[in-house]
């Protein structure tokens, strides 16, 4: 069983930052992958980012170069830095876990478990 509590949303205006960060708990092996997906109100939820548990990172196209995950395997947190937000970033937020493959980048996919979510409001 895997825990994963999100904290560090909240309202930003455009072009603002916000660090949301993603506190892990349970079975080792599963949460080699973790990351961040999102959902906007009447739209499905996608990936933002992951990364696998040696640090390779995959990321949504929408947020390549303003957006940078990373994690604290020691103190088992997943980190989200978010740079020039913008309108469209605006949903909730929700952490992510899940078995994965240490070679590889993770792959939505991959992911089975899910925090509460956080959310993001960009103005």
């Known amino acids: 069983h895997v825990q994963l509590v999100e904290s560090g949303g909240g309202s930003v205006q455009a072009g603002g930052s916000l660090r949301l960060s993603c506190a892990a708990s349970?079975?080792?092996?599963?949460?080699?992958?973790m990351g961040w997906f999102r959902q906007a109100p009447g739209k499905e939820r996608e990936g933002v980012a992951g990364?696998?548990?040696?640090?390779?990172?995959t990321y949504a196209d929408s947020v390549k170069g303003r957006f940078t995950i990373s994690r604290d395997n020691a103190k088992n947190t997943l980190y989200l830095q978010m740079d020039d937000l913008k309108p469209e970033d605006t949903a909730m937020y929700y952490c992510?876990?899940?078995?994965?493959?240490?070679?590889?980048?993770?792959?939505?996919?991959?992911?089975?478990?899910w925090g509460q979510g956080t959310q993001v409001t960009v103005s």
């Open positions: 992510a876990a899940g078995a994965g493959n240490w070679a590889r980048a993770c792959q939505w996919g991959d992911f089975a478990y």
């Open positions: 990364i696998n548990n040696v640090g390779r990172t």
């Open positions: 349970g079975y080792t092996a599963s949460r080699v992958c």
